[in-house]
């Protein structure tokens, strides 16, 4: 008499990870991979693990989305017809046969109208700057022509010194005062 039988040592045997039904006559009903003792079936074996069956609804889902956008931009896509039909009747059209070239010289250009150019601003005159009279400034280092307080504090710098460094406005931010030997005096800040 045939017996239908199931591994039950998951795991460790491939036939029961596959729930896969074995059908024998003998007494013992061991399994013949493992060796283990099997189980006896009497209805139908388990459906198989629920993974399979979320991938298949997944992947069924996928494609009936992929198919229903491409339906809807091919058709929306597509547009109107009437409106291109009505397009194409509003060209005109003009058999070969009646176009006539235009000769060159009986094409005359329309003469240019001349507009006034507007006049040129006059430059504003370089207004002289407040330490010209008493040093040169190159953006980063004044040089002293003759004795003057140096800008932004109460230093009295004679003629020769450089105080060089960073300047805002015309006056010291944070300033080194070189004498007019080259020996450095001090670092200066804005008072």
Not at 71 to 83: I, P, T
Not at 120 to 129: H, N, Q, R
Request: charge should be neutral; aromatic fraction near 4%.
């Amino acid at each position: 008499m045939e017996r239908r039988a199931m591994c039950k040592n998951v795991g460790v045997c491939s036939r029961a990870n596959k729930v896969q039904i074995i059908t024998d006559d003998d007494q013992e009903l061991k399994c013949p991979e493992c060796g283990e003792e099997m189980e006896l079936v009497t209805t139908t074996p388990p459906p198989p693990p629920p993974g399979n069956r979320l991938k298949m609804i997944a992947i069924a889902a996928v494609a009936i989305a992929a198919i229903g956008g491409g339906a809807y931009f091919g058709l929306s896509s597509g547009g109107d017809n009437s409106k291109k039909a009505v397009a194409k009747d509003t060209v005109a059209t003009q058999p070969a046969d009646t176009i006539k070239p235009v000769a060159k010289d009986s094409v005359k250009a329309e003469p240019k109208v001349d507009e006034p150019k507007p006049e040129p601003k006059p430059e504003p005159k370089p207004t002289p700057k407040p330490w010209s009279s008493y040093a040169s400034f190159d953006g980063s280092t004044m040089t002293f022509k003759k004795a003057h307080r140096i800008p932004g504090t109460s230093r009295v710098a004679q003629p020769g010194d450089k105080v060089q460094g960073k300047w805002v406005d015309g006056e010291v931010n944070l300033v080194r005062w070189y004498h007019a030997d080259g020996s450095p005096s001090e670092t200066l800040t804005h008072e």
